[in-house]
């Protein structure tokens, strides 16, 4: 699992096999259409998996963070996560 930043400072959650040709493959616009309109990219922060479905899984699962959970994420603030976990509605 992998997060690029794009050039417009978006975030991009990704999986595969063969992370260096991967993001090679983004910056030639032969990624997905979302960084084909962001070029260039460039890698952030990766976790390993032994299988590509736990790599896939958890990609779905950062995808629905929000970004200031990402960047706690990438920043290694792993204490932080429980609290941005948190619903806006939950925070009354």
Same mark, same amino acid.
Request: glycine share 6%; aromatic share 14%.
């Given at each position: 699992?992998?997060? *690029?930043?794009?050039?417009?400072? @978006?975030?991009?959650?990704?999986?595969?096999?063969?992370? =260096? !040709?991967? +993001?090679?493959?983004? &910056?030639?616009?032969?990624?997905?259409?979302?960084?084909?309109?962001?070029?260039?990219?460039? *890698?952030?922060?990766?976790?390993? @998996?032994?299988?590509?479905?736990?790599?896939?899984?958890? =990609? !779905?699962? +950062?995808?629905?963070? &929000?970004?200031?959970?990402?960047?706690?994420?990438?920043?290694?603030?792993?204490?932080?996560?429980?609290?941005?976990?948190?619903?806006?509605?939950?925070?009354?």
């Amino acid at each position: 699992m992998y997060i *690029l930043e794009c050039s417009d400072g @978006f975030y991009y959650v990704g999986s595969t096999k063969y992370l =260096e !040709k991967r +993001v090679r493959q983004h &910056n030639a616009g032969e990624g997905a259409n979302y960084t084909k309109k962001r070029l260039p990219v460039r *890698l952030i922060y990766y976790e390993e @998996f032994s299988r590509i479905d736990w790599a896939f899984n958890r =990609e !779905k699962q +950062v995808q629905g963070w &929000n970004r200031k959970k990402k960047e706690a994420l990438m920043n290694g603030d792993l204490s932080l996560l429980p609290e941005l976990a948190k619903a806006y509605r939950d925070l009354e």
